[in-house]
């Protein structure tokens, strides 16, 4: 079973607009991101996102490219300051494939959690529009598979 831990893609600041939608460079940094999940065969069952505008986009790019038959879930609990007991918790018991839109510095105190069971463990440096691949092994534990930054990727 994986999970992806995704940090929604660049915003745009809030003084040009409250909700903070993607900017056109995160936008387009989500998008390649997507295009290589998909080359890579990755599958899920399903994408939950924290309901914020930027989550929501990053959400719908990564649907689109993974299986037009998603349909992203806002989820309660994935906002910056949330705690991250209940998400970890339910995790646990997950048996598919599922991707998580969230914010710093949640998305990286989760993977913090699930990985050395402290959220302040500091294991993982996400940027916008990254991906943590997290798989759990039959001991019920959670290792790093890979990660994805955009940085890593060619821009068009």
Known sequence: ?????VQHGEAVPTEVDPERPLSAAGEADVRRIAAVLRG???GIARILHSGKRRAE????VLAAALGPELKPEARAG???NDSTASVAHE????EQDTVLVGHL???ARLASRLIAGRED???VAFRPGSVLCLERTDQRAWTIAWMLRPELLARE
């Open 1 to 5: 079973m994986r999970i992806y831990l």
């Open 91 to 94: 995790a646990a018991g997950w």
């Open 40 to 42: 890579a065969g990755i």
């Open 57 to 60: 986009q990053t959400a719908q």
């Open 78 to 80: 994935l906002d910056p």
């Open 105 to 107: 510095p949640f998305m």
């Open 121 to 123: 463990a500091g294991v």
